[in-house]
C-alpha cells in the first residue's frame, strides 16, 4: 500500500486538495477521516494502562498499526492513498516508522483569514450550532476566536501541531501548500506536489472540482462544511472580522518566512 497524509490547518484547503487528487484514477484521497483517532485509541489500549501490554511488542504495536489502515483502504489497493487529518501533524515521528516512504502536505493559510472563514460560517450558519463552538450558541466574535486558538482549540492544536512537524526530526518528508498558491495558480501548485511526492504529472480540471459530504456535516451540525466549490479561483472579500482581531493574528504565518526553517521544510 502506497500512502501518504494530508493535514495543516482547518478551512486551509485540505478538502479542495483532496477533491482535485481524487481527480487522478491512480489516487484516493477524501476529507479527514477515522484513522487518526482509531490509531490513538489502539496506541492508548497498547500502553500500561492495559496489564496485559507486557506481552506487547514494538514489532507487534506497528504491525498492527499498519494492519488498521491496510483493513480501512483494502478496497483501495493499487491506488496511492492519502489520508487527511489535522492531526498527522502530531504524529511525524509515528508516520516515519509505520510507512518510512510516506510524506506528508500540510494545508496552511494566512491565519487571519483561517478565522475569518470560521467566523463567516458561524454566521452563515447561524440557525444551527455546530462542533466548531462545541454546539453552543451565542458568544461574541472575540470569545470564537479565543476558543478557536486555545491550545486544545480547532485552530490553536492545528497550528501548534505544524510548528512541531516543521521544527521535528522528521521535516524532509513536509511540505506546506499556501492556500493562496493553490487557488491562483492550481497547475504550478500541483506540479510541485507532485514532485514532491515523486509521481507522474497530471493535468486538473480546476473548472470542474466535485466534493461534498452532506451526512457527515448534517450529523455535526456543519451543513455545507466540506462542500467544494466547483471551480477554482481567487478571490478578494473584505474580513468580517473586527480590525484588532485581524491584526492581532497578521504575524502568525510564520511559513511566509522560510529561511528560518530546518533544512529539508518546503513551502510552495
Known amino acids: 500500500m502506497h500512502l501518504h497524509f494530508i493535514s495543516g490547518l482547518p478551512r486551509s484547503g485540505s478538502t479542495l486538495l483532496a477533491a482535485i487528487l481524487r481527480q487522478n484514477p491512480r489516487f484516493h484521497a477524501a476529507m479527514s477521516g477515522p484513522m487518526a483517532g482509531l490509531v490513538d485509541g489502539c496506541l492508548e489500549l497498547m500502553s500500561g494502562r492495559n496489564e496485559f501490554s507486557v506481552f506487547i511488542k514494538n514489532e507487534q504495536r506497528q504491525r498492527m ?103 521535528g526530526c522528521n521535516g524532509a518528508r513536509l511540505l506546506i501548500v499556501q492556500y493562496e498558491s493553490l487557488s491562483a495558480d492550481p497547475q504550478k501548485t500541483m506540479d510541485s506536489i507532485y514532485a514532491f511526492l515523486e509521481e507522474r504529472p497530471f493535468v486538473h480540471d480546476f473548472t470542474d472540482i466535485q466534493y461534498d459530504a452532506p451526512e457527515y456535516d448534517g450529523k455535526v451540525g456543519a451543513p455545507g462544511l466540506h462542500t467544494v466549490r466547483r471551480e477554482l479561483r481567487a478571490e478578494d472579500r473584505a474580513t468580517i472580522l473586527p480590525a484588532d482581531l485581524f491584526k492581532r493574528f497578521a504575524n502568525h504565518s510564520f511559513w511566509r518566512n522560510p529561511h528560518m526553517f530546518p533544512a529539508g521544510v518546503r513551502v510552495v
Open 65 to 167: 498499526l499498519a494492519g488498521l489502515f491496510e483493513g480501512y483502504y483494502r478496497e483501495n489497493a493499487g491506488q496511492v492513498i492519502f489520508d487527511t487529518n489535522r492531526a498527522w501533524c502530531a504524529k511525524m515521528d509515528l508516520i516515519a516508522a509505520l510507512f518510512p516512504k510516506a510524506k506528508v502536505v500540510a494545508c496552511v493559510r494566512h491565519v487571519p483569514w483561517i478565522l475569518d472563514s470560521v467566523e463567516r460560517y458561524a454566521r452563515k450558519n447561524c440557525l444551527q450550532p455546530s462542533m466548531m463552538f462545541e454546539y453552543k450558541s451565542g458568544g461574541t466574535v472575540y470569545m470564537h476566536i479565543n476558543a478557536l486558538t486555545s491550545p486544545t482549540g480547532l485552530f490553536g492544536y492545528a497550528y501548534d501541531a505544524l510548528r512541531q512537524a516543521v521544527y
